[in-house]
């Protein structure tokens, strides 16, 4: 089993700065790719940001330019630097790391807990 653990949500003003971290632990192999998605009140949740093994990144558009991915293969953990937050970044943020428990094996994906993040104007 695997799993994640979740950490640096909060209360920020409009214009201010947090980050966000996920832990992974367990039965682990191999992390692949490792991503953040955050769903608004009410609707479906979305992807944010995800890193590839190799560190490639990928970003939603709402996001580009002020949020940064980024991972420690060795301490098995993602984080997101959200930077120049609006009260549209208000959400519950999720990790999601895909993992292999053996060589070979398939890839099993999970997820965090959630965090809060809520931006006040």
């Known amino acids: 089993q695997v799993q994640l653990v979740e950490s640096g949500g909060g209360l920020v003003q409009a214009g201010g700065s947090l980050r966000l971290s996920c832990a992974a632990s367990?039965?682990?192999?191999?992390?692949?790719?490792m991503g953040w998605y955050r769903q608004h009140q009410g609707k479906q949740r979305e992807l944010v940001a995800d890193?590839?093994?190799?560190?490639?990144?990928n970003y939603a558009e709402p996001v580009k330019g002020r949020f940064t991915i980024s991972r420690d293969n060795a301490k098995k953990t993602v984080y997101l630097e959200m930077s120049s937050l609006n009260p549209e970044d208000t959400a519950v943020y999720y990790c999601?790391?895909?993992?292999?428990?053996?060589?070979?094996?398939?890839?099993?994906?999970?997820w965090g807990q959630g965090t809060q993040v809520t931006v006040s104007s």
């Open positions: 890193i590839t093994s190799g560190g490639s990144t």
């Open positions: 367990g039965n682990i192999f191999r992390i692949n790719t």
């Open positions: 999601n790391v895909g993992v292999r428990t053996r060589n070979w094996g398939p890839e099993y994906r999970y």
